[in-house]
């Protein structure tokens, strides 16, 4: 007990401390150990005044004005801040592109017969996308319109005459116009990258605000590569409902064969969880109790939500899945991956197998999935997990015991779902008339990752009691979700402890149309990163309701402990939506007053969003509420 009090600076949750005081006994160094001999941090570089743009740099400037006031080639202060959050936005917006382009292509793959091990799950959802874009769907095999779709999907990368179809057709037409008319529309979701990269090159844009337009409309074609990646995944895996399933470190099981699936991608992860059953024998004949697939991360998050499989941990605590000694395989596919996984594992035994090649670390075993070979491959990773359990299985494990119960799978067609269960003719109804009553205050978002800056789940437990007990009902995706769940929002029994009363109500009344055994849990679990794209889903369709642009919404947003490039980029189209975004670490942008403005009030006339960056979590919850009421007296209420 002594060695978790001492090691609450570095994680809120208990089991991540026992790990951590494992760790330390064991001299292995962690994330906490790495970012202490970072101290102190390169000053110029947290305010962005830094840049290696060129051969001639790195430059610095001063921001007290007594050193430098321009880079090597003339760029200021603004220019050169503006050009590394661009280039921010446009990493963030490769990534979940990315993911996206990977799923189009599994999509395409399955719909020309060469990648067996998938199929259509939803055909509705197949159908109500293609409308969306405009395929037709009548009379029509389901393959030829998957094929449409996968094809119109990967179209939307390359620039072309006419807009990207996952960014214009999935705001309000408001929106979409305000967008068009500020030509914040991307042209293609690589082209927007492709741009930003050269604009951003020496010798090129010098104009701050000329570079915070492009990166809004790079901002926008990530919404397209998240709301895509979303889509087809539903497609091709389901659509989310809710389901019950645990989180924590103590979902790993000593006696089993523990596989963790780690980063982003559901391709190979809802393979593994099809097949382990079939692995089951293979594992019991080595001595297991069988096969216990967890997750880690937004690829734990994938299969949790469709298949019930249960969390390990986040983010900046991938660490200690490795340090109970209880993990045969991490299995990782791609983002947000510690390299030092590798090194940690030395000292455990435990397997890292990489799985993409755009995502290998050097000491890792490498197991190359493709969509062709999906079942071959994931037996070969069973095979290796099982003969690591027969290696380990007489060697002590120290797994916590402390996990707590989630009910996730909140898709927007779940909650929509949920919500005509109440009143089946006019199924938003119910949540519009609670916003209005004032039972739902707001609704918050949030978003993100854990930062080692900020004492793991910290803020996103704190700001979010606060805006619970104050009605506003929260989603959550990626591992702002996996924070809070493993600290028992996402658990139905704690709606009384954690719930204003007029929201615990909306929660009970829900859940008691619904025929569950109890009301929905504090928070919903809406996904994974890319599944952000449900968030502007609900607002679009809540704004479209009440026939308003979604900046006259009460709805905000979090990215509370921000740390991936993808958080900004998030960020930055959330506030093209027209929502403000708190962001709880220093965003590296203060090295520019104009820009930080720009960012914090003036965005806010141009598309009604704009960022609050607060790193105290009890005043950033008081920012959001007060975002939250002005929205509300826009409205009447």
């Not at 995502?359 to 069973?382: D, L, T, W, Y």
Request: hydrophobic share 45%; glycine share 8%.
């Amino acid at each position: 007990m002594a060695d978790q009090e001492r090691f609450i600076d570095k994680s809120t949750d208990p089991a991540v401390r026992q790990m951590i005081g494992k760790a330390e006994k064991a001299n292995v160094t962690t994330v906490w150990d790495r970012y202490e001999a970072m101290l102190p941090q390169c000053g110029f570089g947290d305010m962005g005044l830094c840049c290696r743009h060129c051969l001639q740099g790195p430059c610095r400037i001063d921001p007290f004005g007594e050193g430098p006031r321009s880079g090597i080639c003339g760029a200021t202060a603004d220019v050169m801040v503006a050009r590394g959050l661009d280039r921010a936005i446009a990493a963030g917006t490769a990534a979940h592109s990315g993911h996206a382009k990977h799923l189009a292509h599994t999509l395409l793959k399955m719909a020309q017969g060469k990648a067996r091990a998938y199929s259509i799950k939803e055909e509705d959802k197949l159908r109500a996308v293609a409308l969306r874009i405009n395929i037709p769907v009548d009379n029509r095999a389901i393959n030829n319109i998957a094929l449409d779709v996968a094809n119109a999907a990967l179209a939307d990368f390359h620039e072309k005459e006419t807009p990207v179809m996952w960014a214009a057709t999935v705001v309000t037409p408001q929106r979409a116009k305000l967008l068009g008319n500020l030509g914040l529309v991307p042209k293609g979701i690589d082209h927007e990258i492709s741009e930003i990269m050269h604009r951003t090159l020496y010798g090129v844009d010098a104009d701050q605000v000329n570079l915070l337009l492009a990166g809004l409309r790079c901002a926008v074609a990530d919404l397209a590569g998240c709301y895509m990646g979303t889509d087809i995944a539903d497609i091709l895996f389901g659509v989310p409902q809710p389901r019950l399933s645990s989180a924590n470190l103590g979902v790993l099981k000593a006696d089993a064969v523990n596989i963790a699936m780690h980063g982003h991608n559901p391709v190979l992860s809802d393979v593994m969880v099809t097949l382990a059953q079939k692995a089951n024998e293979e594992a019991i004949k080595a001595g297991a109790s069988g096969i216990n697939i967890v997750g880690i991360c937004c690829t734990g998050s994938e299969v949790m939500m469709r298949q019930g499989i249960p969390a390990c941990t986040h983010s900046v605590s991938q660490e200690m899945a490795i340090m109970t000694g209880a993990l045969d395989a991490m299995v990782v596919d791609y983002q947000c991956i510690m390299p030092s996984v590798v090194s940690v594992a030395e000292c455990t035994g435990t397997p890292v197998i990489t799985t993409m090649d755009l995502c290998k670390i050097s000491g890792a075993r490498h197991v190359e999935f493709s969509e062709e070979n999906a079942a071959e491959k994931a037996e070969e990773i069973f095979n290796s997990a099982i003969e690591n359990f027969a290696r380990r299985k007489n060697r002590p494990v120290d797994i916590p015991d402390i996990k707590a119960r989630a009910m996730t799978g909140f898709s927007v067609e779940a909650i929509v779902g949920a919500l005509k269960n109440v009143d089946n003719a006019d199924p938003l109804k119910p949540l519009v008339d609670n916003i209005k009553l004032g039972n739902i205050r707001g609704v918050c978002l949030f978003a993100g990752c854990n930062n080692v800056k900020v004492p793991q789940d910290k803020n996103f437990t704190v700001i979010c009691r606060r805006l619970l007990k104050e009605n506003v009902l929260v989603i959550a995706t990626g591992c702002g979700a996996g924070a809070l769940m493993r600290h028992g929002f996402m658990d139905p029994a704690n709606v009384d402890e954690l719930c204003g009363a007029g929201l615990g109500a909306v929660l009970k009344a829900v859940g008691q149309a619904n025929g569950l055994d109890g009301p929905l849990p504090p928070v919903l679990h809406i996904g994974s990163c890319v599944d952000n794209s449900r968030a502007v889903a609900l607002a679009v369709a809540v704004a479209n309701y009440l026939g308003v642009d979604t900046d006259m919404l009460p709805v905000v947003a979090s990215a509370a402990e921000a740390v991936s490039e993808k958080a900004v980029s998030i960020g930055a189209y959330a506030v093209a939506a027209g929502l403000p975004t708190h962001v709880g670490v220093m965003i590296p942008v203060t090295g520019s007053a104009l820009v930080t403005e720009v960012l914090t009030e003036k965005i806010k006339g141009i598309t009604g969003g704009y960022f609050i960056v607060d790193m105290n979590p009890d005043s950033a919850a008081d920012k959001l509420l007060s975002a939250i009421d002005e929205r509300r007296r826009g409205l009447g209420l």
